[in-house]
């Protein structure tokens, strides 16, 4: 039963390789227009450039971002002043 499974197996990814490898020559074989088929232009039509509007900051930009980076500054600095207050004060003792 395993011989069996393993010809499905094998015949299943021989097929999805031949299908992946063909499809995109199937596609690409498209039909051209002939040159009996007339193109038919758009008129020209003059679009003004919009005037330039001053965009102002979204919410996040202007009061998450700000907040997120102070938030962390403060984190790091506490961060260190604890390290050095537990850890290093604790490393070194004074001998008399």
């Known amino acids: 039963m395993t011989h069996t499974l393993r010809r499905t197996f094998a015949l299943f990814v021989l097929a999805a390789a031949s299908l992946s490898v063909?499809?995109?020559a199937v596609m690409a074989s498209s039909v051209?227009?002939?040159?009996?088929?007339t193109v038919i232009a758009q008129p020209y039509v003059e679009v003004e450039p919009a005037a330039d509007e001053a965009d102002e900051p979204q919410w996040t930009y202007r009061y998450l971002?700000?907040?997120?980076?102070?938030?962390?500054?403060?984190?790091?600095?506490?961060?260190?002043?604890?390290?050095?207050?537990?850890?290093?004060?604790?490393?070194?003792?004074v001998v008399e």
């Open 65 to 93: 971002i700000p907040t997120v980076v102070a938030l962390t500054v403060v984190l790091i600095i506490g961060t260190v002043i604890m390290y050095f207050v537990k850890v290093v004060r604790g490393r070194y003792t």
């Open 22 to 24: 063909a499809a995109p």
């Open 32 to 37: 051209l227009p002939s040159s009996n088929d």
